[in-house]
Nanobody, 125 residues
Framework: QLQLVESGGGLVQPGGSLKLSCAAS????????IGWFRQAPGKEREGVSC????????YYADSVKGRFTISRDNAKKTVYLQMNSLKPEDTAVYYC??????????????????WGQGTQVTVSS
């Protein structure tokens, strides 16, 4: 059974850092595009970053460029999201998701088939 489990969320002060992990089980991670998404209360889900299965192409939302870094370790079946210089507006539930149809990853959550349960990130002083 394909499963994604996020971890690493928590409470951090503005300017701080967190590293989220997305652990995959039940499938071969390197065959899948992986995306990170977030949803804040009262707001729509938005794509944060994604990493492609074929060539490792990476994309970031403009709001996180220069602050967040996505990476994958296929041997550990884990995708990471390093988040630096966190801002209060980064507060949200963060989800990872997987899909295999596209050659390159996309930031559209509707294209993803498998989702984790989410991890809460709160940036507050």
């Amino acid at each position: 059974q394909l499963q994604l489990v996020e971890s690493g969320g928590g409470l951090v002060q503005p300017g701080g850092s967190l590293k989220l992990s997305c652990a995959a089980s039940g499938f071969t991670l390197n065959y899948y595009n992986i995306g990170w998404f977030r949803q804040a209360p009262g707001k729509e889900r938005e794509g944060v970053s994604c990493i492609s299965r074929n060539d490792g192409s990476i994309y970031y939302a403009d709001s996180v460029k220069g602050r967040f870094t996505i990476s994958r370790d296929n041997a550990k079946k884990t995708v990471y999201l390093q988040m630096n210089s966190l801002k209060p507006e980064d507060t949200a539930v963060y989800y990872c998701a997987a899909e295999w149809r596209q050659a390159l990853c996309v930031m559209n959550g509707e294209r993803y088939d498998y989702w984790g349960q989410g991890t809460q990130v709160t940036v507050s002083s």
